[in-house]
């Protein structure tokens, strides 16, 4: 299926920002969904070979998707409109929360809110490494690593990086050698 006519900047920008707002830490679904199904600017054996494109160059595979797609349809003010509507809207929001929080967040209600935001980002971080390790081989050593990391960080509260720093090689170092 080829591009429509013409598409413009403005229409890459409302297009672009529906799909930013739509997706929280993953857009693609959603590009395709308005991409190729609602506006049916690509075909669907168009996407794939632009997401492919998208991964094997530098950089968020969305934003390199925008841009390849916003230059295609409307040169570069189309390239400039696409990324645009994918970043701008999102760094208002975090601009808002940013000083939204420098504002209200010392507030009772609000480090509440935020203490029950955390356990509940705790909850899905620690379900979905537990989804991850049903995958893996069991062995003692890296369950042991972990608990360490665990330990170290969660209750004893050292700094991620220390911890990292320290454990990081034990682990490089141990998978290295059962692979050789």
């Not at 054996?45 to 595979?61: D, I, R, Y």
């Not at 797609?69 to 994918?86: E, I, P, Q």
Request: some cysteine; hydrophobic content about 60%; overall charge positive.
């Amino acid at each position: 299926m080829a591009l429509p006519t013409k598409i413009s900047p403005l229409q890459l920008f409302i297009a672009f920002s529906e799909m930013a707002l739509s997706g929280f830490g993953g857009v693609l679904p959603f590009a395709y969904r308005a991409l190729v199904e609602r506006r049916r600017w690509l075909s669907a054996e168009e996407f794939p070979k632009l997401l492919a494109l998208s991964q094997v160059m530098p950089g968020p595979t969305i934003c390199n998707l925008s841009v390849m797609f916003g230059y295609r349809s409307a040169g570069l003010t189309g390239a400039a409109a696409a990324l645009g509507g994918m970043i701008a809207v999102p760094i208002a929001i975090v601009l808002a929360l940013g000083i939204g929080y420098q504002h209200f967040g010392e507030l009772p209600p609000v480090r509440r809110a935020l203490a029950g935001m955390s356990a509940v980002a705790a909850g899905l971080i620690v379900a979905t490494a537990v989804k991850m390790a049903r995958t893996v081989p069991r062995r003692i050593f890296p369950i042991s690593l972990l608990m360490l990391a665990f330990v170290g960080v969660g209750l004893m509260r050292f700094p991620l990086i220390a911890v990292i720093v320290l454990v990081a090689p034990i682990g490089v170092l141990v998978a290295w050698r059962e692979r050789w």
